[in-house]
């Protein structure tokens, strides 16, 4: 008999913070692959606050989720049947498995889903998801090719403690920068400082980040990496240096606006410090992904770079709660719902 | 004797619209150039939004005019006394006279102040204060190394009728691209389009610029030059495609707010759009002004690039009201003060 698949719907689009009547839990039987498809048994998901945007109608750079369709997730699965040559059973994936226990992928979804055979000798399943993942990819696409840093310079990072932050920063030491992270409360700040080595962090939950930035750059600001927009980006702005850079990787405080999104007052400081915003979208570089994993699995290997996963043990029905973590500021590093062994 | 040299100076600083309240006449004896010196003969200042910024106390791209200083102002002058070989009496040059009459520049002002011998067969005097000028150097590098236009991509320039923005468009049509104007009044707007040759050209005081950019950018916008800020910025942002630049220039909307800058509450298309937002301040490419001023110079000549210049003819003492005509939108080009022929 197969197996029953538990599966997280999107039942109607969120105002504001997406509670329990966004969602709906269905179950179904698991099919069997065709030829060249395979099926996934999920055994982790990865919680992102893009996922958030994604709930959202409208035009952004991938579709919204469908109202009735099983949402969206990155994640990491084993596979437990397969008519591909390419992923043979026990072998463990990283793609889109969405939040359910088990996806079928077939032929014509493999290649576009961006399924990938994952190594573990180069990182645990959540390790998989954190550095090695798309946060992690996004931290390194993001650093490297937007914000070009440079040895001596200073390095802004909000949501310091989260997935893209921990990489974001810990990447822009091994680089020869000054790194000073911006986090929630004063565990997460003294971790960051600690154990990943940034050169301090602000607590934006104590105290104001415009003293912080004023005690901790004291040369300015050359590159910030936004993930949570709002205030905190303004006040960066307010101490960029010339030809600063800027990435708009998120905007976190924003995402649960009921009201419009806050622009940045202080845009204007990029005219007189001929600085530059950009945005990035992490699945441009999913060509590139193999040479950035390849050199982040030498600084986990190496003990450069450290990661932490705020893993929760549970079912598909624990993931609306769990989203909400992201949304209070209550993970702890990268957000993962793991589901199986 | 000695001619008498009227000045206009910063009286306090303004709050909103600079009113009369913000200048101060004097009147002194003018001076002889000491060695390496020269003594100019103001013909013509130019009148420019950046004057604005320059009003305000605090940090920016160059220091606030301080309070009982002669205006600053870019213009044209003549050389009327000389103990410099490379300015004789006689010759016109480019440079910062300020809001006076007569300009005496030391020895050790001449290259700190910019002071350039300008070529009367390239342009006319407000030419050069207009394409060949500050204006046209902002529009010319802001244009190609910010915007870097591609033929066939489509630009978009806010105040398309004033000095930069004609030089932004004419150029861009120069370079390949589709280009279209925004621009306050049918008049300008037609200017735009049937003297300048634009493709088209949004009146935003008739109808609403999210309308015209429907209809006259179906592809969408690559390079947008803002020169205004505000709502348009905003509505220009909805519109953008991936990996545009949008080059912040100014945001005359934004200079007389007496509450915070509006910030561009759009600005996560940025995101969605791997675009990116990039401020420009022309001093910093004072290096390479002959290059640009050779190119345009070829343009004007060979009838592709056209100037329009507002010219006001009066003295001085004319200057606080006819600035306040770039702030209402009054003037219909380069806006030119002419104090002598």
Redesign the interface.
């Known amino acids: 008999m197969n197996p029953m698949n538990r599966q997280i719907r999107l039942a109607q689009r969120p105002v504001g913070l997406p509670g329990p009547q966004c969602w709906q839990q269905t179950e179904e039987a698991v099919a069997q692959p065709q030829e060249g498809g395979v099926l996934l048994q999920t055994l982790a998901l990865s919680l992102d606050p893009a996922m958030r945007g994604w709930m959202n109608e409208g ?3 991938i579709p919204p989720v469908g109202i009735g369709e099983v949402m969206r997730a990155g994640g990491i699965g084993r596979v437990i049947a397969s008519r591909n040559e390419a992923f043979p059973v026990g072998s463990l994936v990283s793609g889109g498995p969405g939040v359910q226990d088990y996806c079928l992928v077939p032929a014509e979804m493999i290649k576009r889903s961006g399924l990938t055979r994952i190594d573990p000798r180069m990182g645990s399943v959540s390790q998989w998801l954190n550095v090695l993942g798309m946060p992690g990819m996004t931290g390194y696409f993001g650093l490297m090719d937007v914000g070009q840093p440079k040895a001596g310079e200073t390095l802004v990072v909000s949501g310091a403690a989260g997935a893209v932050g921990q990489t974001v920063g810990q990447l822009a030491k091994i680089k020869g920068c000054r790194v000073v992270g911006i986090a929630g409360g004063a565990a997460k700040c003294e971790w960051v400082v600690k154990e990943l080595g940034f050169d301090a962090c602000i607590d934006y939950k104590s105290g104001t980040v415009k003293d912080g930035l004023k005690q901790h750059c004291p040369d300015g600001v050359d590159i910030y990496f936004d993930n949570v ?1 709002g205030e905190i980006l ?1 006040t960066v702005l307010m101490r960029i240096n010339r030809k600063a850079r800027i990435i ?4 976190i405080s ?1 995402y649960n606006n009921t009201s ?22 992490v699945f ?1 570089y999913a060509p590139r992904y193999g040479e950035a994993v390849a050199e982040m699995a030498t600084y986990l290997k190496d003990g450069r770079m450290k990661s932490r996963e705020d893993v929760v043990r549970g079912t598909v029905a624990d993931f609306p709660a769990t989203l909400l973590k992201l949304f209070n500021g209550e993970n702890f590093g990268k957000l993962v719902l793991q589901l199986a062994d």
């Open positions: 035009k952004s750079y927009g303004d708009i990787c998120g905007a924003q419009a999104v806050q622009g940045p007052k202080n845009y204007l400081s990029l005219l007189v410090n001929r600085a530059r915003m950009e945005g990035i979208v441009d």
